[in-house]
Nanobody, 116 residues
Framework: QVRLVESGGGLVQPGGSLRLSCAASGSIVRFQVMAWYRRAPGKGRELVAQ???????TYADSVKGRFTISRDHANNILYLQMNSLNSEDTAVYYC??????????WGLGTQVTVSS
């Protein structure tokens, strides 16, 4: 059984920064893709950023130049560095991972609130 546990969320002022972490535990699994999604109040789930096992990264247009996704392969930890945060970044952020056998795993989410 694989668990994904997010951490690092919280309340931050506009223009501030946060770093989210997602730690995978349980069975040793090599993930072909790891990603961050978010769901803002009243909106659908949105892909924020993803990184493949080959280090190819993809970002939503709304976060390009502000967010950076990175991955510690050895320890199966995923990060999301978020800079220049604004109110539209307020959401629950979810970690997602897809194994090489195409099983989809999700974390429970961490709340990010951007407010003065």
């Amino acid at each position: 059984q694989v668990r994904l546990v997010e951490s690092g969320g919280g309340l931050v002022q506009p223009g501030g920064s946060l770093r989210l972490s997602c730690a995978a535990s349980g069975s040793i699994v090599r993930f072909q893709v790891m990603a961050w999604y978010r769901r803002a109040p009243g909106k659908g789930r949105e892909l924020v950023a993803q990184v493949t096992i080959g280090a190819l990264t993809t970002y939503a247009d709304s976060v390009k130049g502000r967010f950076t996704i990175s991955r510690d392969h050895a320890n199966n930890i995923l990060y999301l560095q978020m800079n220049s945060l604004n109110s539209e970044d307020t959401a629950v952020y979810y970690c997602n991972a897809i194994s090489q056998s195409f099983i989809n795993y999700w974390g429970l989410g961490t709340q990010v609130t951007v407010s003065s």
